[in-house]
């Protein structure tokens, strides 16, 4: 049985304002060691900026971190799901559109992201369940 988004996310990912620099965005990428910020905007999740998004900016711009905005960077229409949709599904999506990651919604907003790397850890999951069921 194919499980559903819910249950292979990453819960409670980290967040940025949409107001915050972009400095303040590479400080908590680093500090988690993730590529992927939800960004929000009074709390109401309004896009998402990637760690490329803000070198790109940067290098392109010559613009300054330390006075720039997120939302400068940020991609103002992420790909968006329930937790309820099927991971499969959620794949074919990613594959097909080079998507990085997705983040999952709910009655409270963000609920939690699932990113090329947790596709990555549920395979293997996976796999190593099939192998010791063989």
Do not use: W
């Not at 107001?19 to 998402?48: E, F, Y």
């Not at 293997?124 to 192998?131: I, P, Y």
């Amino acid at each position: 049985m194919i499980p559903a988004i819910s249950r292979v996310m990453s819960t409670q990912p980290c967040t940025v304002e949409r107001s915050a620099t972009l400095a303040d965005a590479h400080d908590i990428m680093r500090g988690h060691q993730i590529r992927h910020l939800p960004v929000l905007d009074h709390g109401k999740l309004c896009g998402i900026v990637t760690q490329r998004d803000l070198h790109l900016l940067e290098t392109l711009a010559d613009a300054d971190p330390d006075t720039t905005l997120v939302e400068e960077a940020m991609h103002e229409r992420p790909f968006i799901v329930t937790g309820d949709v099927p991971l499969d599904e959620v794949l074919e999506i990613m594959a097909e559109k080079k998507y990085g990651s997705v983040i999952i919604v709910g009655t409270d907003g963000v609920e939690g992201i699932f990113t090329a790397i947790d596709a990555c850890q549920a395979f293997a999951k996976m796999l190593q369940a099939e192998r010791m069921s063989s």
